[in-house]
C-alpha cells in the first residue's frame, strides 16, 4: 500500500520569503511519481509540479521546485518568494506504476498563509 | 479551451436519497477519475474509468457506483445516502501520455441533512 505522510497542518510565510513543504512517501514499487497541487478556497486542484521516481535532477516549475531524496522517501515543494496568491492548502500525492492507471494517494495537506 | 467541468456545483440531499454527478473531461482526454474530498483531508480515490472501462475503485462501498459514456463524460451516483458521504467529490481527467498529471474541476459539494 501507499501512504503520502504531510506532517505541518500550518504554515506561515512572509510575502517574498521562500516556504518549504514537507512530504514524505512510502511505497514498495520502484516505479512510482510524486505529484504537488495546490487547492485554493475555490476547491479546485491545481498541478503544480512532478518528479519521476527516475528522475536524477530535481523538478523544477518557475517558482516551485522539488527536493527530492529518495533514500529519505521525500518529496518536499519549495515555493521561491511567496506571493499573497500561494495562500490556499498544498497536497503531496504519489502515483504507483503506469500505463492507463491514474490514481492518486493524497496526504492530508498544508494549509499554507503568506502575510503581507 | 474549457477545463474540466462538474455539476452539479452544490446539492442539500437527505439521508436515504440517492445523487448523481457529472462530469465532462477535458477535451481529447478519455481517463475519468472521481475522487471524494472530506472537510479537512486530502482527496480519497473512488473510481477511475479509461475508455469506458473501470480501470480502478477504491475502499467504497457498492452505493458508490459510475459509469463513462462514449463521449468520455462520466457520471458518479451514490445510493442510500449517509451523513458521511457529505464532502466535495472532485472529477479528474488525464491524457493517456506525459506524466499521468491530472486534471481536476471545481468540484460538486454535497451536503447530506
Known amino acids: 500500500a501507499q501512504k503520502i505522510t504531510q506532517t505541518q497542518p500550518g504554515m506561515f510565510v512572509q510575502e517574498k520569503e521562500a516556504v518549504t513543504l514537507d512530504c514524505t512517501y512510502d511505497?514498495?514499487?520502484?516505479?512510482?511519481?510524486l505529484f504537488w497541487y495546490k487547492q485554493p478556497s475555490s476547491g479546485e486542484m491545481i498541478f503544480l509540479i512532478y518528479?519521476?521516481?527516475?528522475?536524477?535532477q530535481n523538478a523544477t516549475e518557475g517558482r516551485y521546485s522539488l527536493n527530492f531524496q529518495k533514500a529519505r522517501k521525500s518529496a518536499n515543494l519549495v515555493i521561491s518568494a511567496s506571493q499573497l496568491g500561494d495562500s490556499a492548502m498544498y497536497f503531496c500525492?504519489?502515483?504507483?506504476?503506469?500505463?492507463?492507471?491514474?490514481?492518486?494517494?493524497f496526504g492530508k495537506g498544508t494549509l499554507l498563509t503568506v502575510n503581507p | 479551451d474549457a477545463g474540466v467541468t462538474q455539476s452539479p456545483t452544490h446539492l442539500i440531499k437527505t439521508r436515504g436519497q440517492q445523487v448523481t454527478l457529472r462530469c465532462s473531461p477535458i477535451?481529447?482526454?478519455?481517463?475519468v477519475s472521481w475522487y471524494q474530498q472530506v472537510l479537512g483531508q486530502g482527496p480519497q480515490f473512488i473510481f477511475q474509468?479509461?475508455?469506458?472501462?473501470?480501470?480502478g475503485r477504491g475502499n467504497f462501498p457498492d452505493r458508490f457506483s459510475a459509469r463513462q459514456f462514449p463521449n468520455y463524460s462520466s457520471e458518479l451516483n451514490v445510493n442510500a445516502l449517509l451523513l458521511g458521504d457529505s464532502a466535495l467529490y472532485l472529477c479528474?481527467?488525464?491524457?493517456?501520455?506525459?506524466?499521468?498529471?491530472?486534471?481536476f474541476g471545481e468540484g460538486s459539494r454535497l451536503t447530506v441533512l
Open positions: 511505497t514498495s514499487d520502484q516505479s512510482y511519481g
Open positions: 479528474a481527467s488525464s491524457f493517456p501520455s506525459g506524466v499521468g498529471e491530472l486534471f
Open positions: 474509468y479509461y475508455e469506458k472501462e473501470e480501470r
Open positions: 477535451s481529447g482526454h478519455k481517463s
Open positions: 500525492a504519489m502515483r504507483v506504476g503506469g500505463g492507463s492507471n491514474y490514481k492518486l494517494t
Open positions: 518528479q519521476g521516481s527516475y528522475d536524477e
